[in-house]
């Protein structure tokens, strides 16, 4: 491949033109809530257009993951469907409408409430863009087997409705708008999104660096994760106990983990990744299932930071490596720096959920100190991997 200027590489493959925003995207809005904590414990507080503890629950919803699964989608969903990849204008006018649409949402904070309107609105159809050109690749594609595809194109709908509630929420000031919005984008997009694509792939990968590795994934099994996850959704969102389902799935969950040999594949430590992530839902789930008995709003906080920051971080953390090591023309190897950031990841993972088991004086504190060590374990990672979107490729392949 002749030698490209750096803007021009990141329009040369999907992942390029949306890890790196979303790599980004990242950082800047770790940086941001440590500063916001930062501030509450200096009893320093800016006056924002949207109360900031909602803002963050948007945000760290659609501030980032939604760039990664664009990357992600529009570089293994071709392969999936075996049809052709989207074009140019499609892998990068998406993520950049959702760039622009996440730095007028965050400018709006302080500069007024109809930026951060208009930053929605962008957003929102960088998204659609997303679900629309992957419903596109759906219909055209000959595969017989399409569960995964179509599972994950449910999840992404569910998303574009998470963001119609959001702007509900918006124009309404409307509390309960803002928790459809969570509930949806939680349970109806992300955590469906990312169980569809751990079922078909960490099989996959297993089967091909472990010996006598038989791969298992039911179909039945499909479909019972993703009823999990909707059920929980609705439940907690009509009010209803939700903890029968939730003990339920953190036993399906630890069998699941059990069955796919989370022991054997630590010895290759790229596909350990995704498996010492995936341990982290059942933890989730048990702990919901122990706050339904117990009724503690700090026990339901600690639930919901084990999915959110203990799988879906470390999950995202694993998948985007593995991604970038092997489109960037590197070996598919997690080196002693990545493994030790990765474990680092898990380490903050645990004193986040920790933290919501300690008495109030120690909480403030820990939730700063963890946020910082996020903070810090994303910039690790970005310095990373950040310069393989704009360079070419190490093995001077296209793409």
Known sequence: MKHLRPAAMLAQAPHRAAFLPGMLFAILLLAAWSAELASRLLGVHAALAVPSSLAHGFLMLFGFFPLFMTGFLFTAGPRWLGVEPPGRLIFVGVPALMVVGLLLWLTGLWLGLAWTLAGHIMYTLGFSGLALTFACLLLASPQPDRRHACAVLAALFCGALALLAGAYWLIFQDGQAWLWMRNLALWGFLLPVFLSVSHRMLPFFSANALPQYQPWRPGWLLAAL?????????????????????????VLLTYVSWRWRLAATLRVRLLGMLHLAFAWLPVGFGLYALNGWLASPRLALAALHALTVGFFL??????????????????????????RLYLAAHWLALTRVATEMLPGVWSGWLYGAAAIGWLLTLAAWGRAFLPSYWRPRSDGKPG
């Open 314 to 339: 470390t999950m995202m953390i694993a998948f985007v490596s593995r991604v970038t090591l092997g489109h960037s023309g590197q070996a598919l190897q997690a080196g002693p720096g990545l493994w």
């Open 226 to 250: 993703l009823a999990g996850s909707l059920g929980h959704g609705l439940l907690d969102g009509f009010g209803l106990p939700s903890w029968p389902l939730d003990a339920a799935m953190a």
